[in-house]
């Protein structure tokens, strides 16, 4: 992307074609117009600009979008430039500038009237302000410097010079800003783009379910209209605002949930444009970015400048923040020209497919309806289609590496359609956390979703509370206020487990009566429980409800699993099926039932907190079940282990039994690693109830690895991988298990009887690395804190910890690297040296000890 405008193509853009413009240009390939030239013009010059300004009703007609976000940026060069030429005429000077003697031939005094782009909608309107005062600055100086040459300075006196100095410099700035923001502002008025760009529209936030974007967007549209198909994906786009804004299963009698269009709120955000070596994964980068809350003007300014058809736009945000929900809420709102919105649920999509394919596809699930990327485009009467790719931190789990570089893929495609003249802006949705796995295009703007304040709590639960009175007053409830949602802030902040406490509270008004702030795996245990509960007790004695439920959820852990173990967020009815008979082989069927149903479906039919879907997979049509959302699955397996875990802790402890058989656990360990999902073990360390003995019989089970057979259950195979990587996942797995309970271990906890644990670490180290996807041996290098230490004996140890949040910060006379650390940082010493994986790198290592070992005797001996 450029970074200026020529002033010259931006007049004739506008339709200006004063003969003063051709006089100066000289040769059309010249950015350069001549100082001397340029000021004896400048009146006609300063007519033309004007003129061109006044005629804004003009900007907008054009068959297509590019045209029209052409002119408006052209037009803001001509502001630009005219704003300067008209404060250049105000200058009180000690002599009069329409009488310069201009020479002949103006050799070597140029100037550079190509202005800085418009003002972004990323950027605060003062940053577009400052870029400009600064290009004046430039103009001032070679202005001042050509005055310099002419033979009038000579004439001069001192004072005379000082004041054409003064003049020519801050002063000529500070007039031309201001007429330049004065002039901005005005036409910003009439001109909503602009008004866009600098954040400054008249802004409503009082319209619910983003109702505010559609708003403003008409402020913009063309007058076109869509037609035939197009008109078809619109509307389809535009029912899911009527549809609940969740898919669940049975609600209790008389509860509703509200649609789309009632209980969206649009959240605050921050938004910024990436520069290299930036990391948007890292909350420390964000905050120093402003906190705002026009969403809807922001993502007007973005889809009126001419970036969008050129690199996609990121949207972050937490589990739970509301990406797909807003992605939907996008589509729907989007509607009519000036646009053409496309939603594409990259998990219905074949992963593997190209960005055209993956739009195809995901046109054809919506309206059923087969049609050509190119037809489409065409087919928009100059609309700017809208591509919204959501999920792509799910694409890129059950990718891995191969889909790193798959906004870079975004952005040719764009690039490729731009040079077609089918210009196509892309939204692409993702996790925070993985927004460092992929490439980012040079000048992609990221936004991030921002957890609720109290504002948006309030507004979401006058919704539900509106929505729901009925059922409150039949049941004898009380309403779920702020102050009681207040108490779980932590969770309330999230959409989406907002929504989950409201359902708690609305049985019973059990969250009204908890005196404690429950952690995130005691709310998801509630309520999955209480939901089991519900569905059971429509076909069960009371006496059998309690067993049965705990088989229902133990069912949808395996079925979490099915999904964990093939990197995937979904999974179909046979994976389902083929894993719980082996799994769970007698149950396979609950009594009872009139139609036999399979048990992955009985698992799932049931569930709230389960979405059945139809999908694409290498053009096979699959029906698949996904969690509703990510960490409801998340739970569910740590929940597993943690019951598993227990298990084994009984067993070490019985007088009866020798060792403890770990066949379920190895079974349901040896093929993912549990750090590439950090909501597992996060649930993990809540879970942990007696952690020295979970600890002891984790270590024990590492310890005995070489000395035991694998006794997992030989026919379960979620995917195709020999005994060596079983293994490495297993021993990875059990490593993140025992320090999940434990503030800090040694290596020598997991090795004892090695003489150098470090070399014996490095060799566990190359084995996962090795056999592990690189994603996954990424995420132990992530979670997984190493820091070399020398005991009192001088042997050479390793402390471990686990590190979800943020990097294990150095303890006094710990991280001594003698010039080490000028060139490395502590996050890539984690990366290159503490899972040291290269011969380089394992030399590094043994310097550090040498060089801490003397360190720590230096300071034992003051």
């Not at 909350?283 to 001419?306: I, K, M, N, Q, Y």
């Not at 919204?388 to 790193?404: C, H, N, P, W, Y």
């Amino acid at each position: 992307m450029g970074e200026k405008y020529r002033y010259v193509d931006a007049v004739r853009s506008l339709g200006g074609t004063d003969p003063v413009l051709d006089a100066l240009q000289g040769a059309a390939s010249d950015p350069l117009l001549p100082v001397g030239g340029v000021l004896e013009a400048r009146n006609e010059l300063v007519k033309v600009g004007i003129d061109l300004l006044a005629g804004w009703r003009d900007w907008r007609p054009g068959s297509t979008w590019r045209s029209r976000t052409d002119r408006f940026e052209a037009a803001h060069a001509v502001l630009v430039v005219t704003a300067y030429f008209e404060a250049l005429g105000t200058l009180d000077l000690p002599f009069a500038q329409s009488g310069l003697e201009v020479p002949q031939r103006d050799v070597g005094h140029f100037w550079d009237l190509a202005a800085p782009l418009c003002p972004a909608p990323h950027r605060p309107f003062a940053q577009a302000v400052a870029a400009i005062r600064g290009y004046y600055l430039a103009l001032g100086g070679q202005l001042l410097a050509f005055v310099k040459e002419l033979d009038l300075w000579a004439r001069l006196d001192e004072h005379a010079r000082q004041r054409t100095a003064a003049a020519y410099g801050e002063e000529l700035v500070e007039r031309a800003v201001l007429r330049y923001t004065d002039r901005y502002r005005s036409l910003a008025h009439d001109v909503p783009e602009l008004a866009f760009w600098a954040g400054i529209a008249d802004h409503q936030p009082s319209l619910a379910g983003m109702a505010e974007l559609e708003r403003l967007i008409s402020l913009v549209a063309s007058g076109e209209t869509l037609s035939g198909r197009l008109a078809t994906l619109d509307r389809l786009h535009q029912a899911a605002l009527v549809r609940p804004i969740a898919e669940t299963g049975d609600l209790p009698i008389g509860m509703r949930l509200p649609t789309l269009a009632q209980a969206y709120v649009t959240p605050r955000f921050r938004a910024a444009e990436i520069a290299p070596g930036d990391d948007p994964s890292v909350e420390e980068w964000w905050e120093g970015h402003e906190l705002r809350s026009d969403l809807p003007v922001f993502l007007s300014g973005f889809l009126t400048a001419s970036a969008a058809g050129e690199v996609p736009l990121i949207v972050l945000g937490q589990p739970g923040s509301g990406k797909s929900v807003l992605s939907k809420v996008l589509a729907a709102r989007l509607r009519d020209a000036p646009f053409l919105p496309i939603r594409v649920p990259l998990r219905e999509v074949s992963a593997t497919a190209g960005i055209q394919e993956q739009i195809e596809q995901a046109v054809y699930h919506l309206s059923g309806e087969r049609q050509e990327w190119p037809a489409i485009s065409r087919s928009a009467n100059g609309a700017l289609p809208v591509v919204i790719l959501d999920g792509f931190d799910e694409l890129l789990q059950a990718t891995g590496v191969r889909q790193s570089d798959y906004l870079m893929k975004v952005a040719r495609f764009q690039h490729r359609e731009a040079d077609a003249g089918r210009a196509v802006a892309v939204i692409v949705t993702s996790r925070t956390a993985v927004a460092n796995r992929a490439g980012l295009p040079e000048g992609t703007v990221v936004a991030r979703l921002e957890p609720f304040g109290t504002t948006a709590m309030r507004t979401w639960l006058e919704v539900w509370n509106a929505v729901n009175a009925d059922y409150f007053s039949a049941a004898g409830l009380e309403p779920f206020t702020l102050d009681v949602a207040l108490t779980q802030r932590h969770l309330a902040r999230q959409p989406l487990l907002l929504l989950m406490l409201a359902f708690y509270d609305a049985d019973g008004n059990a969250l009204r009566r908890e005196t404690r702030t429950l952690g995130q795996a005691e709310l998801y245990e509630r309520l999955m429980t209480r939901f089991a509960e519900r569905a059971l007790e429509k076909r069960h004695p009371p006496d059998q409800v309690g067993r049965l439920v705990e088989r229902e959820l133990l069912r949808l852990s395996f079925v979490a699993a099915s999904m964990f173990n093939r990197g995937r967020q979904w999974a179909t009815t046979e994976e389902v099926d083929a894993d719980l008979d082996v799994l769970l082989p007698e149950q396979r069927r609950t009594p009872g039932l009139a139609t036999p149903l399979s048990a992955g479906h009985e698992a799932l039919a049931r569930s709230f907190f389960v979405h059945r879907a139809q999908a694409v997979r290498d053009d096979e049509v699959l029906h698949t079940y996904e969690f509703l959302h990510a960490t409801f699955g998340e739970f569910l397996i740590a929940r597993l282990l943690a019951s598993l875990m227990g298990e084994l802790v009984a067993q070490e402890s019985s007088l009866a039994l020798t060792g403890v058989h770990d066949g379920l656990l190895r079974t349901l360990l040896s093929w993912a690693t549990i750090s590439s999902r950090l909501p597992v073990v996060a649930f993990l360390q809540e879970l942990v109830h007696d952690g020295e003995r979970w600890r002891a019989v984790v270590l024990r089970l590492f310890r005995e690895l070489d000395a035991r057979e694998d006794s997992s259950i030989a026919a379960y195979r979620p995917w195709i991988a020999g005994p060596h990587r079983r293994y490495a996942y297993y021993s990875a797995n059990l490593m993140v298990l025992a320090l999940a309970c434990a503030p800090e271990l040694r290596a020598s906890e997991f090795m004892p009887g090695h003489e150098d644990v470090v070399t014996e670490w490095r060799s566990y180290s190359l084995l996962w690395r090795s056999q592990c996807a690189l994603a996954e041996w990424q995420s132990l290098v992530d979670l997984v804190a190493v820091r070399p230490v020398w005991s009192q004996d001088d042997i050479r140890e390793l402390h471990l910890k686990l590190s979800l949040d943020e990097l294990w910060e150095p303890g006094p006379f710990s991280w001594s690297w003698a010039g080490v650390d000028k060139l490395l940082s502590i996050a890539q010493l984690r990366r290159q040296v503490m899972f040291s994986t290269l011969a380089d790198e394992g030399a590094l290592l043994a310097l550090y000890m040498d060089d801490l070992r003397t360190h720590q005797q230096a300071h034992r001996s003051t």
